[in-house]
């Protein structure tokens, strides 16, 4: 861990991907993704066609994965917009790890 982690913040968003989302593997490359950040949380699809899910890591690497969620996402989707909700800084991740739900 270099100096630079030590003094960046823990946080945590909640997040909602819209449009054609579903059917692409978007779960698995956003798991992947994730744990090539060191982030922690979940994502899932929803019963509404959208991706939802829990970030939690340092400031930087989050604000990374939310780009990643606003405009890159998994070969063949589409990414309308990417809503965030429930933005928390926190003293340490609850989350050890990425999982996908079901």
């Known amino acids: 861990m ?12 909640e ?8 059917g692409v593997y978007f779960t698995k490359y956003c798991r992947d993704m994730a ?6 949380g979940w994502v ?9 899910g829990k970030i939690q890591g340092t400031k930087p690497k989050v604000e990374e994965m ?5 405009r890159t996402g998994s070969p063949g ?3 309308e917009r990417c809503e965030l909700r429930d933005f928390e800084y ?13």
């Open 2 to 13: 270099g100096p630079d982690e030590e003094v960046a913040p823990i946080v945590s968003v």
């Open 15 to 22: 997040f909602e991907v819209f449009g054609h989302v579903q």
């Open 35 to 40: 744990l090539y950040l060191e982030l922690g």
């Open 44 to 52: 899932k699809n929803s019963r509404r066609g959208t991706i939802v």
């Open 66 to 70: 939310v780009a990643w969620l606003s």
């Open 77 to 79: 989707c589409k990414i």
């Open 90 to 102: 926190l003293a340490r991740q609850d989350f050890r790890g990425f999982s996908i739900r079901f």
